[in-house]
């Protein structure tokens, strides 16, 4: 009588766990939803860069991107849109804008932002946060170091006239 009532509670029991879909989950359903690069070819001709570097929107986005380490596992595979200075520790929510003179400005969407309808097409939003080497009328920025030294000179041409003058 005993064994009876093991019998139909197990049964009970076998029935829930498939009715759920615990015995029909698929194998990749057990990962963690991550980033997934968007499309940027479009706004590469409209941004060249010369160093690496990376914007976040969200804080806590941004601290899931670190410095790679050569010997460590990356858990998402990333190229084409994370340069290889940098590895992804986690999921983002929002979207981060990361650039490398070999990848040119790219944007990682994450899992929140992959529900809006376009998201693959929106990379125009990393051209203001990407240090692209020219402005918006495609005319190369100069460094800050660059505007000083010219300063300096024009001061010092101003300054030796003046000088010649007197």
């Known amino acids: 009588m005993h064994t009876g009532k093991c019998l139909v509670a197990w049964l009970i029991v076998s029935l829930c766990y498939i009715g759920l ?7 990749n359903e057990g990962r963690i939803a991550g980033p997934l690069c968007s499309n940027c070819i479009k706004i590469q001709r409209k941004c060249t860069v010369s160093h690496s570097g990376l914007f976040c929107k969200n804080k806590t986005d941004r601290e899931k991107i670190l410095f790679s380490n050569s010997l460590g596992q990356k858990l998402y595979t990333l190229d084409e ?9 986690g999921p ?3 979207w981060c804008c990361l650039w490398s003179p070999k990848l040119g400005c790219q944007q990682l969407a994450g899992i929140y932002y992959q529900n809006q309808s376009r998201w693959k097409d929106t990379c ?3 051209l203001h946060s990407c240090i692209c080497d020219e402005d918006s009328n495609g005319v ?3 460094s800050p170091l660059a505007g000083w030294l010219a300063a300096l000179g024009i001061l010092g041409i101003l300054l ?4 010649l003058r007197s």
Not at 160 to 163: E, G
């Open 92 to 94: 983002i929510l929002d």
């Open 21 to 27: 879909g615990g015995a029909s989950k698929d194998v």
């Open 81 to 89: 849109c994370v340069p290889h200075k940098y590895n992804v520790t």
């Open 140 to 142: 190369v920025k100069c």
């Open 124 to 126: 125009e939003i990393c």
């Open 160 to 163: 030796s006239r003046s000088y």
